[in-house]
């Protein structure tokens, strides 16, 4: 046996898994066509936003790098929704596209267990169902216990532009010709997907008095939760806000036939994401809309390349030149690099197992956009959850699985397995039922405890934790044991901040969930010097108890239905009346309980009840 | 549901022709076993005549209807039989079936199976067990809307309300930075939710009217004894000689008759005079009496026009004082010693049968049971009467935190809305309010 785990791509689901496995003890190897590329970013320039950035801090919690790594390569960061509710803020940083790749090559390299290996795999050892290793282009073999698919969209990739298709991943990098055949002879159902890109604009060609300045946070903010890498405020670089107008939807529209995905080519098989449509759909599909907003984000401070958010298209060169020329700001503007639209294959998701292992063959394990999703923050929590599985099983120890209450990441890996995907999958708040428990500011509180059991976070790490958990209940308590009665000028106070007079003695605790109270108030009658993550979390629990409450009730709901186990040996066939859809959806999910198959998707109220009475008079199952 | 059920499905009148009906994997071929012509090569959806036999001597002669899944009601093979030969005739067939492998069905469970084979949504389902024990023909009509799906339309119109809001703040949180896409203000959710809990209250408020319809309303006919009550009781039921059934019992106990009215039925309640006991059975009498009052829907208190008010009838007049309550201050004819100002007070003459229409016109008029006849097209059990409740129960508590809790809070009560009415008409959210959003908002990268 050459290694213990094989990780297959070094993209960000590719890092974070041979990092845990490496972390974790286990001889790795992590093989890449090209060193260069490792931690690329190679479309938008920032990491995090809604939801997403609520996946980075789980994924520091959890003690995967993601986190630390943006912190350290950062060029400006913000909270997102800071002025609504403490359920959805999130962070979300620009990060500097040189130094993001470079600082996790240096983590890689310095890390023990771990070799770094520059070639194509192009097919894998497997043996009675079970995985041995992989075969390289040059036919070589490398022989391990486990392997770890992180492929990106390297699988058959390519990169359309207008009328061309050139067969090729981005960057013009060499593509996986055959991986994905051979998967498909191993009796995977593979899939074809598509995303896009926007254009990179030479920096000084840019007008931006005309654009709206978007600065960063004034305040410092992480996305680790104890490994602050310092930063100085005033360096951060700022992004921009712009608009499209009527010309430059009058130069799609009149050239719309001479996009790829509009005609300019024939041949498309790959289905693009819904949320991320390309320009020339947004005009197409919002017709009455006179303008669109766009961003221009810096790639990073070594160079002039901004970043067009909100224009990918996969118009011809010359189109694209006309487009940019016509938004405001950017009428001399110089096209770095051309918008491009890329296919590639990707696995069917309903075929993975929890764990992310697969269901055909055991021990190979899959993560990132070839399960079907999108963003390299989705990526990197699969690649952690599938690299610590990997190890666990090696280890053998049953697997870690983050329900739907526990993780934005149990959320993500749950909705692929369960639901598959039409198009690359995008983590939204909204996909979360109980958002308010998945709170960015808690993630360690959820999650260090898993962190630490499987063994990324060290006892130092976990010690802090332990302090910060009996600091908020030490405040929480002192808040709860100190009454205040309407003397001593109490009521006075309190009229003077529009605040209702007492008439008995109440617990500052109380008197905090007033919602016109803040703790600022707290402190006129007791002196508070805990850290502000200690008093934010005290305070939210105080200030949102009943919907806390509600969301742990309706998950606990889940978790019953979570618990009403089918056994593995089902023969949905006997289960008379349910629709057809719904026992071709169950066969081929094959969910493991009762909660999990009411979430697969074409299985409806009805089935389940169905099923529900079937499982109890045939295996007695309450 | 692998067993195949039967049942005789004359729950709607008792005429000459009654259906017994089976569902069931192995209907066709039961029904082949009790059957004088072959069905087993029969075609879907084709009437066969013949006669039901057993052991060669003919039983009755029918249509049998055949009907092969999944185009039937409960999306399994349905056979109907139409026997004429009345009740005892049917019942033997019902017994034949028996015998040859049906099981008898429980009440609604054909309905039940067209819901768990998905052939129908929730409130559907409730309409047509609803039409199963309807009584009177605007009941039978009313059941029929529903079927059709008038509560389940309005709920999901609702619901589409509501999801909308919900996408919209789904959007705000997940794009914060699109600035023009509008931002969902208090006041958006307020002139959302108001709407909504107006459409709540208006469904709750048809659906009490409709559960008149269905259920009748207890009507309790007070009064000290000898001011008339049992000969006003008598003129309402010589009115509609029809539906009188008499509960045996002792003089002293309720007798009960039912009364069309408008296509709705009062279920009259005499009552023993409600007077101070002064014997045992007596005291047993008012405590039914008393009972009466507080579970009648309507009251019909008895005045006599040729007395004074007595303790007794300010006695009655302040126990039924909250409820609806007509006064018929009867005895017209004779002269007046009764001096009172209530309202909803009707005048008539028991003896001359005098002031009836204007009775009937009184308690029309109470109940709106006008109104009910043209628009009767609202029904839900109690179980979605307490969800409704919930839901507004909500509406609430949001208007009254409005201003001082962020909209994404008010979002996860919009949410629990969602899916209490969703609860309603079997519908689950899942990725709707995902689909929503793709749908109506424009972002991307």
């Not at chain 1, 962070?91 to 890689?108: C, E, G, H, I």
């Not at chain 1, 449509?277 to 810096?298: A, G, M, T, Y």
């Not at chain 1, 001399?332 to 993975?352: M, S, V």
């Not at chain 1, 289960?575 to 009762?594: D, G």
């Amino acid at each position: 046996m050459d290694y213990e785990v094989i990780v297959v791509g070094g993209g960000h689901a590719g890092c974070e898994a041979a990092l845990s496995c490496a972390r974790k003890g286990h001889k790795t190897l992590l093989v890449t066509a090209n060193i260069n590329n490792i931690g690329d970013m190679p479309c938008n320039p920032s990491i995090g936003g809604s939801a997403k950035g609520i996946v980075v801090r789980e994924i520091d919690a959890l003690g995967g790098e993601m986190g630390i790594n943006a912190d350290r390569s950062q060029i400006q960061i913000k909270v997102l929704n800071d002025a609504k509710g403490p359920a959805i803020r999130a962070l979300r940083a620009q990060a500097d596209k040189v130094d993001y790749p470079a600082n996790m090559l240096k983590t890689l390299k310095s890390t023990k267990n771990l070799t770094i290996k520059e070639a194509m795999v192009e097919n894998l050892i497997v043996d009675d169902n079970k995985v041995g290793g992989v075969i390289l282009e040059n036919e070589e073999r490398i022989t391990s216990k486990a392997v770890i698919l992180t492929t990106g969209t390297y699988l058959k990739a390519s990169i359309m532009v207008g009328s061309t298709r050139k067969s090729e991943g981005p960057h013009g990098e060499r593509r996986s010709n055959h991986l994905s055949d051979n998967l498909k002879k191993l009796g995977f159902k593979i899939i074809r997907l598509k995303t896009g890109t926007p254009q990179r604009i030479a920096k000084e060609s840019i007008d931006f008095s005309k654009a709206k300045v978007e600065l960063g946070s004034p305040k410092n903010i992480y996305f680790s939760f104890d490994h602050h890498v310092p930063y100085n405020i005033d360096e951060q670089i700022p992004c921009h806000l712009i608009y499209t107008n009527e010309k430059t939807h009058e130069i799609i529209r009149a050239n719309l036939n001479k996009a790829s995905m509009y005609g300019g080519l024939d041949d498309i098989e790959g289905v693009g994401p819904r949320y991320c449509p390309s320009i020339e759909d947004k005009i197409v599909r919002f017709s009455d809309k006179e303008r669109h907003q766009l961003f221009l984000e810096p790639e990073s401070k070594y160079n002039n390349s901004i970043y067009l958010q909100g224009f990918s298209t996969s118009m011809p060169n010359e189109i694209q030149e006309k487009m940019v020329h016509s938004l405001v700001g950017l009428e001399n503007a110089k096209i770095l690099k051309y918008a491009y639209a890329i296919e590639y294959d990707a696995i069917y998701p309903t075929q993975l197992n929890k764990s992310l292992e697969t269901k055909l063959i055991e021990n190979l394990y899959t993560a990132g956009q070839i399960n079907g999703t999108s963003g390299y923050e989705e990526a990197a929590g699969q690649g952690l959850i599938a690299g610590i599985n990997a190890s666990l099983k090696l280890e053998g120890k049953e697997p870690l699985i983050l329900k739907r209450n526990e993780a934005y990441i149990g959320v993500l890996i749950d909705d692929l397995i369960n639901k598959g995907v039409k198009d690359p999958y995008r983590l939204l708040t909204s996909r979360a039922e109980y958002r308010l428990l998945l709170r960015s500011d808690n993630a360690d509180l959820r999650l260090r405890e898993y962190g630490h059991e499987v063994g990324l976070i060290d006892d130092e790490r976990y010690q802090n934790f332990l302090d910060k958990k009996e600091k908020i209940k030490a405040l929480e308590n002192k808040l709860k044991e100190t009454r205040i009665t309407p003397i001593n000028g109490v009521n006075e106070y309190l009229e003077s901040i529009g605040s209702t007079k007492l008439r008995d003695g109440i617990s500052l605790y109380d008197l905090l969930k007033r919602s016109e109270i803040s703790i600022e108030h707290i402190k006129h009658f007791i002196e508070i010097n805990e850290a502000d993550e200690i008093v934010e979390q005290v305070v939210i629990n105080n200030k949102y108890e009943g919907y806390i409450k509600k969301e742990e009730k309706e998950a606990e709901k889940m978790l019953k239905l979570e618990s009403k186990g089918i056994p593995d040996n089902i023969d949905y066939n006997k289960v008379k009346n349910i629709a057809s859809e719904a026992r071709q959806k169950l066969n081929e999910v094959r969910p493991t309980t009762i909660g999990q198959a009411s979430r697969i998707s074409g299985v409806n109220p009805a089935d389940i009840a169905v099923l529900s009475v079937y499982l109890k008079k045939e295996y007695n199952n309450d | 549901m692998e067993d195949t059920i039967a049942a005789i499905s004359t729950a709607l009148g008792v005429g000459a022709i009654s259906i017994v009906r089976v569902s069931g994997v192995d209907a066709i071929e039961i029904v082949n076993k009790i059957f004088d012509q072959d069905l087993l090569s029969a075609e879907t959806h084709t009437i066969h005549y013949g006669h039901i036999i057993d052991n060669n001597e003919i039983i009755d002669e029918v249509l049998v209807s055949i009907m092969k899944a999944p185009r039937t009601f409960t999306y399994e093979d349905v056979v109907e039989i139409n026997t004429h030969g009345g009740i005892a005739t049917t019942n033997k067939v019902l017994e034949l079936l028996l015998l040859n492998g049906a099981r008898l069905a429980e009440p609604g469970e054909f309905t039940k199976r067209a819901f768990l084979n998905g052939r129908i949504d929730l409130v559907e389902a409730e309409g047509i067990m609803n039409l199963i024990e309807a009584k009177s023909d605007i009941s039978r009509k009313l059941a029929l809307k529903q079927v059709n799906g008038v509560v389940s339309n309005n709920i999901r119109e609702l619901r589409e309300k509501i999801m909308k809001l919900i996408a919209n703040i789904a959007v705000n949180i997940d794009y914060p930075e699109y600035e023009d896409i509008l931002e969902v203000t208090t006041k958006d959710v307020e002139k959302e939710i108001t709407y909504i809990e107006s459409k709540l209250n208006e469904i709750l408020k048809q659906s009490n009217e409709t559960s008149l319809v269905l259920e009748g309303l207890k009507t309790v006919i007070l009064g000290r004894p000898n001011v008339g009550k049992s000969s006003i009781l008598n003129m309402l039921l010589n009115e509609e000689k029809a539906i009188v059934t008499d509960i045996a019992g002792t003089t002293r106990d309720v007798v009960e008759g039912t009364l069309n009215l408008n296509g709705v039925y009062l279920k009259l309640l005499d009552t023993a005079g409600v007077h101070e006991a002064s014997d045992k059975v007596e005291e047993i009498g008012i405590n039914k009496s008393l009972g009466l009052i507080k579970d009648a829907e309507l009251i019909l208190l008895v005045l006599d026009n040729s007395s004074k008010l007595t303790a007794e009838d300010k006695r009655l007049l302040e126990l039924t004082k909250d409820k609806n309550r007509i006064i018929i201050i009867n005895k017209v004819d004779l002269n007046k010693e009764l001096d009172l100002n209530e309202e909803n007070t009707i005048y008539l003459s028991a003896i001359n049968k005098t002031g009836l229409e204007e009775l009937k016109k009184k308690i029309v008029e109470m109940f709106n049971l006008d109104s009910i006849n043209t628009d009767m097209n609202m029904f839900v059990n109690a179980d979605d009467i307490a969800k409704i409740k919930r839901c507004l129960n909500i509406i609430d508590k949001i208007k009254k935190n409005i201003n001082s809790i962020e909209i994404d809070m008010i979002d996860i009560d919009l949410r629990e809305i969602n899916d209490i009415l969703g609860s309603i008409i079997g519908e689950s959210y899942d990725e709707e309010i995902l689909d929503t959003v793709f749908k109506n908002f424009c972002l991307g990268k």
